[in-house]
C-alpha cells in the first residue's frame, strides 16, 4: 500500500522534500509528520479536500476533529465574507463578544467566559485560574490525556511502558526535553477509568491539589469511554478535597452533543475548555466556569490576555457555528450517519473475523485494533499499530480519509457529510478489510 501511496501522490512528496529544509519534520505540527510523507493540501470543501495531485478523499481527519460544520461551511463562509471587509482585528472590545458568550452559557454550565485562539491557551489559563481559586499548585491529569502544548500539559501524553510503574501510582513522564522538572513534580498522574489512583494521590498529597483535568471521553487513545459512575466519582472526590474539576471538551465540547460532556453524562464540572469546533473553521477557543472562579481576574487576581482574542473574524464564524452548524437537528443527522458507518464496519469486522471493535461518541467513532476494549492508557498501548497503519493507507489510497494519522485519533463526522459519502467509505473498508484478516 506504501508504493500504491507513493505513485499516487508524488507533488506531496515534492512539497515535503522543500518543506523539510525550512520546517523541523518538513511540518507545521508534530502530529501532521508520517512516513513516508504526509499529504499536501489543494483545496477542501464540504466533506471532501483534494491533494496537490488531485485525488479527491472523503474527510474524517476534519483538522483534527475541529470542523464537525465540514469545510467551507456555507453559513461560516458568509459570516466571515461579510466580516472580512469591515477589519479583521482590533485588540478592542466589539460587539459580538456579548453575543457570542451568551451562546456559550446558555449551552454550557459556566457563568462567565473569556476568550482564546487554541486549545492550549483554554486548558493553559484554566489550570492556573484553579490553583489561584484553591490556592494550592498541584494539579491531577490522567496517563494518556492531552490538553496541548504548555509545561502543564506536556506530562504523561504518551509515555513508554517501561517508563510509567504501577497502575495505581503512574509515574509523571514529561513528554519531551524542556518541559522543566519543577512543572512535572507539580503533575500528579492517575488512571483513567480507576477512582482508586485518584484516591490514591489525594491521600497522599492533602491540600495540595488543585484540580482534576480530563477529556470526559478521552480522545487521545482512539475514544474511551467513561464508565459509568467514574465522572460522578470524580466530582465527589473533588467535592471531598476541596478541588476543582476542569472538563477538557475542546473535542467534546461541540461534538458528543449540544450541550458537550456535561449535558451528554449529566456531571457537571467546575471549568470547561472549549476549542475546535465552535470555530466551525477559524481558530476559536473559549474557558469559563462560576463568577466566582472567573472573578480572579476581574479582581486583577489572575491575568488573561491575548492579541488575537475575540478576532472579529473567529468571532463571526463561532457565531455562525452555534447558531447554523452546532443545532440539535445537525447534531441528529451526524449522529445518524456515525451510526451507520458503525454499523456497517461492524457487519464487515464480524464477516471477515477482524481482531478489532468499534466505538462511538457523538460525531466521533473510531475502528480499535485492539484485543479488548480500551479503558485507559495502557489498554490503548496494545492496539495493533501496524495493522492500523495498513488499514489507513488502503482507505487512502482509495479516496477515504478515514481519521488523521496516527492509531490515537479518531473519525469526526460533519454536517456536511451525506449518506452517499459514506456508503462510499463502507464500500471501500469492504473491499480492503479481508487482506487485514490474513
Ligand atoms: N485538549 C484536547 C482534548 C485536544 O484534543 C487538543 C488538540 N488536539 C488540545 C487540548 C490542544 O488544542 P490546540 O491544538 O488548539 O492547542
New binding site residues.
Given amino acids: 500500500e506504501i508504493e500504491l501511496f507513493e505513485k499516487r501522490t508524488p507533488k506531496s512528496a515534492e512539497a515535503h522534500k522543500r518543506n523539510l529544509k525550512r520546517l523541523p519534520l518538513g511540518v507545521a505540527s508534530n502530529y501532521r509528520a508520517y512516513d513516508p510523507y504526509p499529504i499536501f493540501v489543494k483545496d477542501a470543501f464540504g466533506s471532501k479536500f483534494r491533494d496537490l495531485d488531485g485525488n479527491e478523499y472523503i474527510d474524517h481527519n476534519l483538522t ?2 475541529a470542523l464537525m460544520a465540514g469545510h467551507c461551511h456555507p453559513a461560516v463562509m458568509k459570516a466571515v465574507e461579510k466580516r472580512l471587509t469591515t477589519g479583521t482585528m482590533f485588540g478592542m472590545p466589539h460587539d459580538m463578544e456579548w453575543e457570542l458568550a451568551e451562546e456559550i452559557c446558555a449551552r454550557f454550565p459556566i457563568e462567565m467566559l473569556r476568550f482564546a485562539s ?4 483554554a ?1 493553559m489559563h484554566t489550570v492556573r485560574l484553579c490553583r489561584a481559586a484553591t490556592g494550592r499548585d498541584k494539579i491531577i491529569k490522567f496517563e494518556g490525556g ?4 504548555h509545561d502543564a500539559a506536556l506530562v504523561s501524553v504518551k509515555p513508554k511502558l517501561e517508563q510509567i510503574g504501577d497502575l495505581k501510582a503512574p509515574i509523571a513522564v514529561p513528554g519531551g526535553q524542556g518541559v522543566p522538572k519543577t512543572a512535572v513534580a507539580n503533575v500528579l498522574i492517575a488512571s483513567f477509568n480507576d477512582l482508586e489512583s485518584v484516591e490514591h494521590r489525594f491521600k497522599t498529597h492533602p491540600n495540595e491539589i488543585s484540580a482534576i483535568i480530563l ?1 470526559p471521553v478521552m ?2 487513545v482512539g475514544i474511551c469511554m467513561p464508565e459509568p459512575g467514574f465522572l460522578e466519582g470524580l466530582r465527589e472526590l473533588c467535592d471531598k478535597h476541596g478541588a476543582l474539576l476542569i472538563f ?1 471538551e ?2 467534546t465540547g461541540a461534538k458528543l452533543g449540544w450541550g458537550g460532556a456535561s449535558e451528554y453524562f449529566g456531571v457537571i464540572p467546575d471549568a470547561i ?1 472549549l ?2 469546533s465552535i470555530g466551525g473553521g477559524l481558530p476559536l ?1 473559549a474557558f469559563g466556569a462560576s463568577k466566582k472562579v472567573m472573578g480572579l481576574i476581574s479582581d486583577h487576581k489572575v491575568f488573561h490576555g491575548g492579541t488575537y482574542n475575540t478576532n472579529p473574524v473567529s468571532m463571526a464564524a463561532g457565531l455562525a457555528t452555534f447558531r447554523e452548524v452546532l443545532t440539535r437537528e445537525n447534531y441528529a443527522h451526524v449522529e445518524k450517519l456515525s451510526h451507520k458507518l458503525v454499523t456497517g464496519y461492524r457487519r464487515v469486522v464480524e464477516e471477515v473475523g477482524l481482531d478489532a471493535y468499534l466505538e462511538i461518541a457523538g460525531a466521533n467513532g473510531v475502528l480499535m485494533f485492539a484485543p479488548k476494549r480500551v479503558r485507559n492508557y495502557r489498554d490503548w498501548l496494545e492496539v495493533d499499530a501496524s495493522l492500523w497503519q495498513q488499514y489507513w493507507f488502503a482507505m487512502v489510497n482509495r479516496g477515504v480519509m478515514p481519521q488523521p494519522y496516527w492509531w490515537d485519533e479518531q473519525w469526526t463526522m460533519s454536517v456536511a457529510h451525506t449518506d452517499a459519502d459514506t456508503e462510499k467509505h463502507l464500500a471501500v473498508f469492504g473491499e480492503i478489510a479481508p487482506a487485514l484478516a490474513v
Avoid at 492531552?146 to 502544548?149: E, I, K, R, S
Wanted: hydrophobic content about 30%; aromatic content about 10%.
Fill in positions: 483534527f476533529g487554541t486549545g492550549t491557551e486548558t492531552y490538553h496541548g502544548l477529556e480522545m487521545n477538557d475542546v473535542k475548555c476549542a475546535k477557543a
